[in-house]
């Protein structure tokens, strides 16, 4: 098949967790034979330059340049207006141009769009099959923002949801079919009730790259992994230094908690203030620094989708302590193959016990990697993938 495919951040190197999907589903495609052109947008001339390599895994690909300031103005130019101002941060007349030229001149035998945000830019096409995946639906994700931010600032994430829900539901027709990451965030596509068909595959974590190395690890370290740019990583890295940290301390004084993610603001670099806190900023490789804790902490308050960093470190053999909300995108069971709290006391029970019981976590690093090999495999993921399209091409051509 020829495939159009777009996203709205470069898919390479997969580094991220808006990278890591479509960089899967990419690879997947071209490995089957499948002719897949790439479309996205870059932000910096380092982040273009980064993409080299991407060849390897895709027939063509084409990427639009744009600038933050401008796409900004293009935010707050539909705030006014009923459009998500989501989509004038991904708008690029450059991208728009180019993906018409193709279409005019390359018979594509499916179109598939990742995030609601770019499927502007096909949403007329009416003579080709067209998946969307929304991977995470982006709407519910700024709703849930309304009870962390204050006023009247909350207004802003709740008028951006409002206006993301309704384009969400309005774009679902325009496709053949819609997708999303987890069974939680299919259900609120289906909610929808768009009469479209929908469907979920989930992602997966190369086990080959996370892995055990057996080389040991510090029983009175914890870790986070995360980008620390993101509110929800912030966010809930300032909540569990000043509300469980403590707790820990109080039993075990010598803790020491890793924050490991890029571009940390001047407010998260200052929790390394904190005795026994280090705020490594960006790594070459987050392996070493979560191999050597005794337990991956993820007690985010704000979460949709799935989380990578769960996965990864369970895929490491590390231990994972996680908020529900966190846990709700991991095919796995709580306190079978990871532990979830809900209190500051809860996640300091759970992390005390990981530190201190080396049995219990064996336990669960041995159970937490066995579920990833199962549950978030990318073979496997991808073989519900091509379920998808099969169905997909199927309806359109009935």
């Known amino acids: 098949m020829n495939i159009l495919y777009l996203c709205h951040r ?6 991220r967790g808006g990278k890591i999907r479509p960089f899967n589903m990419i690879q997947h495609f071209h490995n089957k034979g499948h002719k897949v052109w790439v479309n996205s947008l870059v932000r910096t001339t380092e982040e273009q330059q980064e993409t080299a390599g991407i060849e390897e895994f895709c027939h063509k690909h084409f990427m639009a340049k744009v600038n933050d300031k401008v796409q900004t103005a293009k935010m707050i130019f539909r705030l006014p207006t009923t459009i998500p101002s989501s989509m004038g941060f991904f708008h690029s007349t450059e991208l728009k141009q180019h993906i018409n030229k193709l279409l005019a001149t390359v018979k594509f035998d499916l179109i598939f769009v990742h995030c609601s945000s770019v499927a502007q830019y096909v949403e007329n096409v009416t003579d080709v099959p067209k998946i969307l995946d929304y991977g995470d639906m982006d709407s519910q994700k700024w709703l849930s923002y309304t009870s962390f ?19 969400e539901k309005r774009l679902a027709k325009k496709f053949t ?3 999303a990451t987890t069974k939680m965030e299919w259900r609120t596509l289906d909610d929808y009730q768009t009469g479209i068909t929908t469907d979920w595959f989930p992602n ?29 990583n912030q966010e809930c890295m300032f909540d569990f230094c000043k509300n469980v940290l403590p707790l820990i301390k109080a039993v075990i004084p010598t803790v020491e908690l ?35 804790t005794a337990a991956m902490v993820a007690p985010l308050n704000i979460a949709r989708g799935t989380q990578n960093k769960i996965l990864e470190a369970m895929a490491m053999g590390v231990p994972v302590v996680s908020s529900e909300m966190a846990a709700g995108g991991i095919d796995a069971i709580s306190g079978e193959h990871f532990l979830t709290a809900k209190s500051p006391n809860e996640y300091a029970e759970a ?19 066995e579920r990833v090999l199962t549950n978030h495999n990318w073979q496997n993921s991808m073989n519900r993938l091509e379920a998808i399209v099969e169905n997909c091409v199927a309806q359109f051509n009935n």
Do not use: Q
């Not at 931010?149 to 384009?167: D, H, I, S």
């Not at 998260?268 to 900023?281: K, W």
């Not at 992390?351 to 990697?369: A, F, H, P, Q, V």
């Open 10 to 15: 470069f898919p390479f190197p997969p580094k």
């Open 149 to 167: 931010k204050p006023f009247p600032l909350n207004l802003g994430y709740w008028l951006e949801g409002t206006k993301m829900e309704r384009e």
């Open 177 to 179: 079919m819609g997708t």
């Open 204 to 232: 997966g974590v190369n086990a080959e790259f996370f892995k055990p190395d057996n080389e040991g690890y510090n029983s009175n370290a914890i870790s986070f992994i995360g980008r620390m740019d993101y509110y929800p």
């Open 258 to 292: 890793f924050i490991v993610g890029a571009e940390p603001t001047e407010k998260v670099r200052a929790l390394a203030n904190i005795e026994g806190v280090t705020v490594t900023g960006s790594v070459d490789d987050v392996r070493p620094y979560i191999l050597r």
């Open 351 to 369: 992390l005390i016990e990981l530190m201190r019981n080396s049995d219990e976590r064996k336990r669960l690093s041995d159970s937490g990697r």
